[in-house]
Each structure stands twice: as structure tokens, then as C-alpha cells.
T-cell receptor
Framework: EAGVAQSPRYKIIEKRQSVAFWCNPI?????LYWYQQILGQGPKLLIQ????????DSQLPKDRFSAERLKGVDSTLKIQPAKLEDSAVYLC????????????FGPGTRLTVT | GENVEQHPSTLSVQEGDSAVIKCTYS??????FPWYKQELGKRPQLIID?????GEKKDQRIAVTLNKTAKHFSLHITETQPEDSAVYFC???????????FGQGTRLTINP
């Protein structure tokens, strides 16, 4: 079974530029999550989708971050404009449904904002 | 909201010895407690999890215990091996909200 795919793996941008990350969850997984992991810390949830609907985006900085999962499969996370403090690894995870909560993570995108 | 505290932040043990990592959570409604292993530059990998209807779960050399009354859970690794060296994260989630709240992580080093 293929795992969660993410791209790009690395991205370096200057502050105030924009960037987008892509995630393809495990086939058949209805729930998709985007987490931000700052160096030395545990992942922190940014947004959770159930199929193509948003379940929780309470910790998403909506003035600069946006995410979508239009067809209920792939998802994109965008930052515009980026700030220095956005430097982190952005992890995508998926789970089968909203009952069994085993979450499987992708390899992440390491973002460096200079 | 939920808060998860994890201790210790670093742990060094001799190969073959046991390692124990402890976490406490604040929300009594939490009912799912996974543990993830993250090697340097790699994705977090789910290694074991426990739900609030059981007190202990074991899978070969790793085990997790849960004390709902005290709101804490622990990861136990026996007969440690060099490949167990990694950062370990505990997490918690509650009914109706699948988001995981993570602890701060424990860097485990196995000394040969």
C-alpha cells in the first residue's frame, strides 16, 4: 500500500513570497490533516479535512495560510505572504475515517524562509 | 484545550536496558493515545497506540500503559537496540475531534 505522498520535499523562499505544498493521502482515507512541525517541537495541527469539508481550522493563521481539498482526495496548503517564523516542516497525514484515528504521515516539506 | 506534557526531553540508556517515556494529558475526554517514532529527517511513524478502554498494550519489545484516573500514559521499550535511537512523541485525541495534540518529544539515545 502506497503511503502519504508530499511535494516538494524542500523549499527555500524569501519572506513575503508565496509557496504551495501538495499532499496525496493513502488511497481510501477520508480524513486529511496538515501539521506544522517547528524544529525541536511536536507537530501542531493546522487544518483537518473530512472528505472535502473542513472539520477544524482553529489553529490555521487564516490571514496568510489557506488550504483546500476540492475533490476529497489531494490537498494543497498555501502560505502567502510567508514570514520568517513559518520556517518549519509541513507534514500531511491521513486516516481512514473519523472513527478509527490511526494517522499516517507523509515525508513532509521542509520550508526555509529567509 | 488539550495539553500534553512529555518527560524526559532526553534519555540515554545502555543497549539492552529498558527505556520509559511518560506523558500526561489534561482533558479527561481524551480517549486515543498513539506513540510516534521520528528518526532524523524522516516522517513520524506510528509504533503503538492505546484506547481508553484498555490499560495496557504490548507489541514485541514495546508496550504502552494508560492510567485514566491519573491521566497519564507511558511507553516502555525493553531490550533496547541502537536502531531504537530516535525522537519519540506521545499524542492524545478525544471523542469527536480526531486532531492529535502532541507532546514535546523525547530524544532517546541507545549507547552500544
Amino acid at each position: 500500500e502506497a503511503g502519504v505522498a508530499q511535494s516538494p520535499r524542500y523549499k527555500i523562499i524569501e519572506k513575503r513570497q508565496s509557496v504551495a505544498f501538495w499532499c496525496n493521502p493513502i488511497s481510501g482515507h477520508a480524513t486529511l490533516y496538515w501539521y506544522q512541525q517547528i524544529l525541536g517541537q511536536g507537530p501542531k495541527l493546522l487544518i483537518q479535512f473530512q472528505n472535502n469539508g473542513v472539520v477544524d481550522d482553529s489553529q490555521l493563521p487564516k490571514d496568510r495560510f489557506s488550504a483546500e481539498r476540492l475533490k476529497g482526495v489531494d490537498s494543497t496548503l498555501k502560505i502567502q505572504p510567508a514570514k520568517l517564523e513559518d520556517s518549519a516542516v509541513y507534514l500531511c497525514a491521513s486516516s481512514l475515517d473519523n472513527i478509527r484515528n490511526e494517522q499516517y504521515f507523509g515525508p513532509g516539506t521542509r520550508l526555509t524562509v529567509t | 484545550g488539550e495539553n500534553v506534557e512529555q518527560h524526559p526531553s532526553t534519555l540515554s540508556v545502555q543497549e539492552g536496558d529498558s527505556a520509559v517515556i511518560k506523558c500526561t494529558y489534561s482533558d479527561s475526554a481524551s480517549n486515543y493515545f498513539p506513540w510516534y517514532k521520528q528518526e532524523l529527517g524522516k516522517r513520524p511513524q506510528l509504533i503503538i497506540d492505546i484506547r481508553s478502554n484498555v490499560g495496557e498494550k504490548k507489541d514485541q519489545r514495546i508496550a504502552v500503559t494508560l492510567n485514566k484516573t491519573a491521566k497519564h500514559f507511558s511507553l516502555h521499550i525493553t531490550e533496547t537496540q541502537p536502531e531504537d535511537s530516535a525522537v519519540y512523541f506521545c499524542a492524545a485525541s478525544k471523542r469527536g475531534a480526531q486532531k492529535l495534540v502532541f507532546g514535546q518529544g523525547t530524544r532517546l539515545t541507545i549507547n552500544p
